[in-house]
């Protein structure tokens, strides 16, 4: 498949190179001012645990990178992984030249998919969120791929009249064709290695699973680093009361969180598993990925923390606890270069 893979931060690229080490014909979008910082590469430390194997990889990846989507180029798959904050700048111009590709949303959708739909049609995207991260630093990208990449259908939200330009089918027919495109690319990651998580209502799931990063945002954000938040049962005591918070801005979005994998940690009291947790964030996957994470992109982190924030005080809902490492966040930012 003739992929492009739209941002060359940690999840672009770690995908990048997945897909193309599964023999796919993968380029890299990046802005022209980005282009040679790739002109020798980027060096991989990654542990990639796709499949029934474990292993370190450490080699130098050389993406074929370019500046421009054309229609011409008979680009099949869009994966886009800019930062959410991102999206609805590029979006406008990616759409106008996406011709006949299908595009992947691999980034955190909080603000919900109107903008989306005013620039594609349903059938046009799918939504995604990765199961990997890291950091990049001094052009070595260090992180992880878990292996999992969770999908889900672009028929939710609420769709924009006049979505998209041109004759674009409505009713069954898109949604037809939307389930045919989730189940396309479900079986094409699943080729390239990775194990696909079907959720039905993705963006529901995509609100709870940004909440739920706000809280050990906070806490690795007070603790000086992740590495050091997880070291303390005090520290995800006190996180975990943070995520409840973020739990009930879900729910007064609308979602139901009580059967979400990622709310889980925040339903029961945390003084009841605040040590299972603890032990949970220190494992090995964790401990790569969000360490690496905290050092590379605190002005991303500081963004979902405030966007959860903002959300709640526009529904009224109580944050005492989140509000109170506002601070915290604010300094994660600052100090980033020392953590």
């Known amino acids: 498949m003739r992929v492009l893979v739209f941002g060359g931060g940690v999840i672009g690229t770690l995908h990048a190179w997945a897909l193309s080490r599964a023999g796919h014909e993968v380029s890299l979008l990046v802005r022209p001012e980005q282009v040679d910082r790739w002109a020798d590469g980027i060096d991989l430390s990654v542990l990639d645990v796709r499949g029934r194997r474990r292993r370190e990889v450490t080699e130098r990846f050389h993406p074929r990178v370019v500046t421009e989507l054309r229609p011409a180029d008979g680009v099949e798959l869009v994966v886009l992984a800019v930062r959410h904050t991102q999206t609805p700048d590029v979006l406008p111009g990616l759409a106008r030249n996406l011709g006949a590709a299908t595009v992947l949303f691999l980034n955190h959708n909080w603000r919900g998919l109107d903008f989306i739909d005013s620039c594609l049609g349903k059938d046009q995207y799918v939504l995604g969120a990765p199961r990997a991260g890291g950091g990049i630093i001094n052009n070595v990208l260090t ?111 609308g979602a139901e969180v009580r059967f979400a994998q990622d709310a889980r940690p925040f339903v029961l009291p945390p003084s009841t598993v605040a040590p299972a947790v603890r032990l949970m964030l220190r494992g090995e996957l964790p401990q790569r990925i969000s360490v690496n994470r905290s050092r590379y992109a605190p002005a991303e982190l500081y963004e979902i923390y405030d966007d959860v924030i903002r959300t709640g005080e526009r529904l009224d809902v109580p944050m005492p606890c989140l509000l109170s490492y506002r601070n915290d966040v604010e300094r994660m930012v600052e100090l980033a270069p020392s953590l």
Do not use: K
């Open 143 to 253: 992180g992880a791929l878990e292996g999992g990449i969770v999908l889900g259908p672009s028929m939710s939200g609420r769709a924009a009249p006049g979505a998209a330009t041109g004759d674009i089918p409505t009713g069954d027919t898109m949604t037809d064709i939307a389930e045919q495109n989730l189940g396309r690319f479900a079986a094409f990651f699943a080729e390239a290695g990775f194990r696909p998580e079907i959720r039905p209502n993705m963006e529901h799931w995509l609100w709870v699973y940004f909440a739920s990063i706000t809280a050990w945002i906070c806490g690795a954000a007070r603790a000086r680093g992740f590495e050091r938040f997880t070291r303390s049962n005090r520290a995800v005591y006190d996180a975990l009361h943070a995520g409840r918070e973020a739990m009930q801005v879900c729910v007064a979005r």
